[in-house]
């Protein structure tokens, strides 16, 4: 389901068009940086908040508000002229990235390195503001993509009926402008990888669903079997939950490792992914449903200890109600797989509640050019020893 912003009501008088000047603050979760402007009259007007893409912290830039009201507590803005670059600024490969175009990517105007470090400053920045934690943060790239393009093994246009004219003839399919139901012409999509997903790991096979959740770097699975099974270190015997298990890519490579002496128990809700975790990974035991629910009616009977527990919820994260549910089956390891970063420290601020701290934590550049960045942390009792 495509998510659409939420209609906001005004509040007083529109200052949307209106263009400042301004010295780009620090990068913000979301893919914009942080301006303040001056709203009002007077020797000192009051500064509002504008969160600005298509800008570099540092710049100095002419924004153009493209939301907000002067009741609201914040607005939105694109850089529409760069006055003084960054280092780190650099010609945009697609077309039809800016302002006003297509909504697909945030930093396509930024250096790889600097995106990567970008990312960073934002998952160290949430995992400080909502989980009181000091984190060094590295963003590592993972193969698979040309220079940050060419990834997207899966991707969806909208289609254009009329087409309309483009370089090379009509151009039939589009992209939606950022937050907005308008659509721009996209001729070729310059992080749409040229072949479909290949659902193959470490010589194993996965059956996906169309249109089935799986990752959409083509690097991203190995890159994440790899860090979950370096944290964990699952030993032959052990007990493993697999939540949010989705066609079975850790379970997997769990009962490979905890062996035919070991448990693997996989939850997924939704149903077309959990009926393929059990073709995928025969000796894994299945459950379908919400993951807390799911726990909670398992616990009923009785609260089974587990060794080791990997965590890959979605966007929204695993929440206080399944954070619970893991701990209080006493694991001695926790691999939390996230897509968001202030989803994780949120969660990790719960974990922390009941004794459970961050060991390590690695993220990984799979959505080149884009804000996002997929992070894989490490939790373990307090005083425990992880071996």
């Keep these: 389901m495509t998510r659409r912003p939420r209609a906001r009501r005004p509040r007083g008088r529109s200052h949307v068009g209106e263009t400042h000047e301004v010295v780009v603050g620090p990068v913000a979760h979301g893919g914009h940086c942080v301006a303040r402007v001056p709203v009002g009259d007077g020797p000192e007007p009051a500064l509002r908040v504008v969160f600005v893409r298509h800008a570099l912290p540092g710049e100095r830039v002419v924004l153009r508000v493209t939301e907000g009201t002067a009741g609201d507590s914040f607005w939105r803005g694109d850089a529409v002229q760069v006055l003084e670059p960054s280092p780190d600024r650099v010609t945009a490969p697609c077309p039809v990235s800016g302002p006003d175009g297509c909504g697909g990517c945030d930093f396509q105007h930024v250096a790889l390195p600097a995106q990567r470090a970008l990312k960073a400053a934002v998952v160290a920045e949430q995992l400080r503001r909502l989980a009181g934690l000091e984190v060094d943060v590295e963003v590592e790239a993972v193969p698979g993509d ?8 899966r991707q969806r246009y909208v289609a254009l009926e009329p087409p309309v004219d483009g370089v090379d003839g009509p151009v039939d399919r589009g992209m939606r402008k950022h937050r907005s139901r308008e659509v721009v012409p996209v001729a070729d999509c310059l992080i749409e990888a ?7 790991v470490r010589d194993r096979d996965f059956d996906v669903a169309r249109g089935g959740f799986w990752q959409v770097h083509p690097g991203a699975p190995e890159a994440l079997v790899a860090a979950v099974l370096e944290a964990l270190q699952p030993r032959p015997g052990e007990s493993a939950l697999d939540l949010y298990a989705g066609v079975g890519l850790f379970s997997a490579f769990l009962a490979d490792a905890v062996g035919p002496t070991g448990r693997v128990l996989a939850v997924e809700g939704e149903p077309s992914a959990a009926a393929l975790l059990g073709t995928n990974v025969p000796g894994v035991e299945p459950h379908t449903g919400d993951v807390a629910e799911v726990l909670t009616a398992l616990a009923a009977e009785r609260v089974e200890p587990v060794d080791l527990v990997v965590l890959d ?45 961050l060991r390590t934590l690695r993220a990984f550049d799979l959505f080149p050019m884009t804000h996002h960045v997929e992070c894989v942390a490490l939790l373990t009792k307090t005083g425990s020893d992880l071996r």
């Design 146 to 153: 040309d220079e940050g393009l060419r990834w997207r093994t």
């Design 313 to 357: 919820p979605p966007r929204a994260g695993a929440k206080r109600a399944v954070v619970e549910q893991v701990v209080a089956r006493t694991p001695r390891a926790v691999a939390y797989v996230a897509c968001d970063p202030a989803a994780l420290a949120r969660d990790l601020a719960v974990f922390a509640e009941h004794g459970y701290q």
């Design 194 to 200: 040229p072949h479909g997903p290949v659902h193959r």
